[in-house]
């Protein structure tokens, strides 16, 4: 027998918790940059662009699938928070924190050890991840990009450019450059362009680049010379 009732607006836990967050109080000042003034305004005018609303969050279903995990972004304060789907009572914070600047992307992600990851550059990665699971958050600023996990370590990474998107993938996480609207008008000739799409599969990893490389199809005789 399936039984209905009425539907009600979801408010999600961060929301009544960050009523009583300390917010931006006892800050330390934000850190000096040494960012060209050109990459500093253009990131600026991308914060104001990414996210119109006031604040958002993500639900997922935690690892023991008997609890839920819920990630709330308002302005520059981030809560991570775990419990019972519908009950209130049953939320416990795992972290909450308040940014240097407004957050732009929060996602969960999942990293992998990669014991047996490949040493030489080249190799094939295993099509599956392998080593233990890293289970995270992703905040990304203007400028940064920091990785909480949920053993307690945190993690920071300078970003080379303003990033349009992000994504939780198999490997990691991808992310998506935000290409200037000069580059997009006055395109540069191949070889010279920057990549737009870009990967990192461990938080003590380097962001690199993600290439595509077309397959071939043919035999040896067909090749031309």
Request: contains cysteine; aromatic residues 8%.
């Amino acid at each position: 027998m399936i039984s209905c009732g009425d539907a009600q607006e979801y408010v999600p836990f961060g929301r009544d918790y960050i009523s009583c967050h300390p917010g931006e109080v006892g800050l330390p000042p934000a850190r000096p940059t040494t960012t060209p003034p050109h990459l500093d305004l253009l990131r600026q005018l991308d914060t104001v662009s990414i996210n119109a609303s006031k604040d958002w969050w993500e639900v997922r279903r935690s690892a023991d699938t008997l609890t839920e995990e819920e990630l709330y972004v308002s302005g520059s304060t981030v809560v991570w928070s775990r419990g019972l789907a519908g009950n209130i009572g049953s939320r416990q914070i795992i972290k909450s924190m308040t940014c240097d600047s407004p957050v732009q992307h929060a996602l969960f992600a999942t990293f992998y050890t990669y014991p047996d990851q490949p040493a030489l550059l080249g190799e094939p990665i295993p099509e599956e991840p392998t080593g233990e699971s890293i289970p995270s958050i992703c905040i990304v600023e203007s400028d940064s990009l920091s990785i909480y996990t949920v053993d307690g370590e945190d993690y920071s990474l300078a970003l080379p450019f303003p990033v349009r998107k992000v994504w939780p993938v198999k490997y990691g996480v991808l992310l998506e450059r935000q290409v200037p609207g000069a580059e997009v008008a006055s395109p540069k000739p191949e070889g010279e362009r920057l990549p737009t799409f870009y990967s990192l599969m461990h938080p003590l990893d380097e962001i690199n680049p993600l290439l595509i490389v077309s397959g071939y199809s043919g035999s040896a005789a067909s090749l031309p010379t």
